[in-house]
């Protein structure tokens, strides 16, 4: 990482709107994280994970794209289908062209999961996040929000892609598949 010669250090002003945003954000993350365990017994991941499932073509995606979807490495997204498995809400397949890529779909089951959670999670988002702002600030707050993620994008990128590499190079040598250790 660069070294910036000379730290730009916050302004008062500016350390108040980090901290509120940082306190605001785990707030509601940590609130609809809650809202799904208790009431649908899932971790938001996983959540996501049905979701971006049950909006894609025949309900299945490949594991790369799904991935990149979800805006997780391959291998953490590995490990949480794994466990979506093993509920039975999500079924994983070989790609008949590329024997080397999987596809995920979503089962009959895992739709009806996200069916029952989906109401109770738009809820608490529409209640904790919607409700609480003006229609401007819903404007303000996407603008935002869409400049922070393309700043970050190409950083957030390298870094998958730089883990998928270690992964990778790791399995070459072990000579078979490797998944990262979930992290969060």
Not at 134 to 140: I, N, P, R, W
């Amino acid at each position: 990482m660069e070294r910036v010669s000379e730290v730009r250090w916050l302004s008062a002003r500016e350390q108040r709107v980090w901290r509120s945003y940082l306190h605001a954000t785990w707030m509601l993350t940590e609130h609809v994280e809650r809202q799904l365990q208790q009431e649908a017994g899932m971790p938001h991941t996983y959540y996501e994970i049905l979701v971006v499932l049950s909006e894609a073509p025949n309900r299945s995606l490949r594991m790369s794209e799904l991935a990149a979807t979800c805006h997780a490495s391959r291998s953490r997204l590995s490990h949480a289908v794994a466990r979506l498995e093993r509920a039975g809400w999500v079924q994983r397949h070989a790609c008949e062209k590329d024997k080397r890529g999987s596809w995920a779909s979503l089962t009959e089951t895992g739709f009806a999961v996200l069916e029952k959670a989906a109401p109770g999670h738009v809820t608490t988002v529409r209640e904790n996040l919607f409700d609480v702002l003006t229609e401007e600030q819903v404007d303000a707050l996407g603008e935002i929000c869409a400049a922070i993620r393309d700043g970050l994008a190409p950083t957030c990128e390298k870094a998958i892609a730089e883990e998928e590499a270690r992964c990778a190079e790791a399995e070459a040598s072990a000579g078979e598949p490797i998944e990262a250790t979930p992290r969060g």
